[in-house]
């Protein structure tokens, strides 16, 4: 998303745009279109940045290896300041506006903060039961008559020591 901010008045300006995942070369496991919005903050100093997406992934769930789609959303802030900023500023997302600047891209920052928007851990529901460690089943569908419970001969010893 580039937005020209040198003919931007001072004051507050939205932006939003639609597109398709492909367009923007995201990757599995993002499908469907990606919602960015912006929300421009501009004064004689300064440009905020206020911006936030929503986008669909095609995820596997770690539980029981089935796929499902969930909606991943985030917010973030971006500073552009007219001074000059320090390595720690430019850490904080805050970036030195050059006087001769006409665009400020924002791709790059969406694509970022949409990759860390995915979970660490997938799992297709919070109840997800998985899958059954013996015969493989998928617990979620049905049930098998498997041992539920086993144990590892290393931790034998210490079992007995329990009881």
């Known amino acids: 998303m580039k937005i020209k901010v040198n003919s931007l008045s001072n004051g507050i300006h939205n932006f939003a ?45 770690d539980r029981c290896l089935e796929y499902y789609d969930e909606k991943l959303t985030g917010e973030f802030r971006i500073i552009y300041m007219r001074d000059e900023v320090s390595e720690e500023d430019e850490k904080n997302d805050i970036y030195q506006l050059m006087p001769e600047t006409v665009y400020v891209d924002l791709t790059k920052d969406f694509f970022d903060y949409v990759k860390l928007a995915l979970p660490m851990k997938n799992l297709c529901s919070e109840d997800c039961k998985g899958l059954c460690p013996s015969c493989g089943a998928n617990l979620n569908y049905e049930t098998c008559s498997c041992e539920t419970e086993v144990v590892n001969p290393v931790w034998e010893p210490l079992l007995k020591l329990k009881k």
């Open 17 to 61: 745009l639609r597109k398709n995942v492909g367009e923007y070369d995201l990757e599995e496991p993002f499908v469907g279109e990606i919602d960015m919005a912006a929300r421009v903050d501009k004064s004689n100093g300064q440009i905020i940045f206020d911006c936030s997406f929503e986008v669909m992934a095609r995820l596997q769930c």
